[in-house]
């Protein structure tokens, strides 16, 4: 009897724990997803269903073709400029998330898909 009773025990505390403890492919991504503006250019098919099909400072949000697709988060107020294409484009990205750039400026993607900090346009309703 005090087998069973123990066997239950161990049960319940392992159920407790897979629920206190996710699985890392449904894990959330820190910061907010940019809102959707209307004559954004966009991927209209789907390129995730979480963040976890994202790199890791990436969301999976919706896009203006209500679709999802992989985009840099919001800490910081404000919206990023729209893209233009660029004719020259930097090696690498010089920042990842808002956190990384000075002052009020925000971690946007460039024209030819790098991010780099840059001054944000004001938030419309």
């Not at 994202?54 to 969301?59: G, S």
């Not at 679709?67 to 800490?75: F, Q």
Request: contains cysteine; hydrophobic residues 25%; negative net charge.
């Amino acid at each position: 009897m005090k087998a069973a009773g123990s066997t239950s025990v161990l049960l319940a505390l392992l159920v407790l724990y897979t629920d206190a403890y996710p699985t890392t492919s449904k894990e959330e991504h820190p910061g907010v997803c940019p809102k959707v503006r209307e004559l954004e250019l966009g991927k209209c098919y789907s390129e995730c269903k979480s963040d976890s099909d994202c790199q890791y400072f990436m969301k999976c949000c919706n896009t203006v073709c209500d679709t999802l697709a992989c985009k840099s988060p919001n800490d910081k107020p404000g919206l990023c400029p729209e893209v233009i294409p660029a004719e020259s484009c930097p090696s690498m990205n010089t920042c990842k998330l808002d956190s990384q750039c000075p002052n009020t400026l925000k971690c946007c993607q460039s024209g030819c898909s790098k991010f780099s900090c840059q001054s944000p346009t004001a938030e419309t309703i």
